[in-house]
């Protein structure tokens, strides 16, 4: 049985998650609840002028193929928020991009995946304390360095 104690530390760590994804610098439980509220409504903005207008949020330089991955990183106060998304499913893809966090020292905390239809994956990671810091966009980078060289390993023109 698990104890009171144990109970309200594991809240606790699900609060200073939350407060971590939602760069929230609030110290106590409600404000970091209407923090996240905040960040979840910015988001809804988001994807409403997303979807008012696709072609806003991708630059000309950016391919339109929906095989292509589209990998977008967002700092958060002490690491990263990853998503990486085809509109394809992509078998092995997964692993590259595992590897190439592995590579530069990026600890996965939490990770969702899915890979029926099309590949979807939404990580949040840590850089490792005794590494180089590192912001987004060499995160970004190195993830798309890893889809690229995989791509290339599975194209079957090769």
């Known amino acids: 049985m ?11 760590e699900k609060f200073q998650l939350l407060r971590s994804i939602t760069n929230s610098h609030a110290e106590n439980d409600t404000s970091i609840i209407m923090d996240a509220s905040k960040y979840i ?7 409403e ?3 008012q207008d696709p072609t806003a949020e991708q630059s000309s330089s950016e391919p339109t193929d929906p095989t292509t991955p589209m990998v977008t990183v967002e700092t958060l106060e002490k690491g990263f928020m990853i998503n990486v998304f085809s509109g394809k499913n992509q078998p092995g893809m997964l ?20 890979c029926t239809d099309s590949f ?39």
């Open 95 to 114: 692993v590259s991009v595992l590897e190439a966090f592995e590579d530069i020292g990026l600890n996965v905390l939490e990770a969702r995946v899915s």
């Open 49 to 51: 002028r997303f979807n």
């Open 2 to 12: 698990v104890s009171r104690e144990q109970k309200r530390g594991s809240l606790q």
């Open 41 to 47: 409504q910015k988001l809804k903005q988001k994807v």
């Open 120 to 158: 979807s994956l939404h990580a949040m990671g840590l850089e490792n304390e005794d590494g180089e810091n590192m912001d987004a966009e060499a995160v970004k980078q190195a993830v798309t360095d890893a889809i690229r060289s995989w791509g290339e390993s599975n194209d079957p023109q090769n």
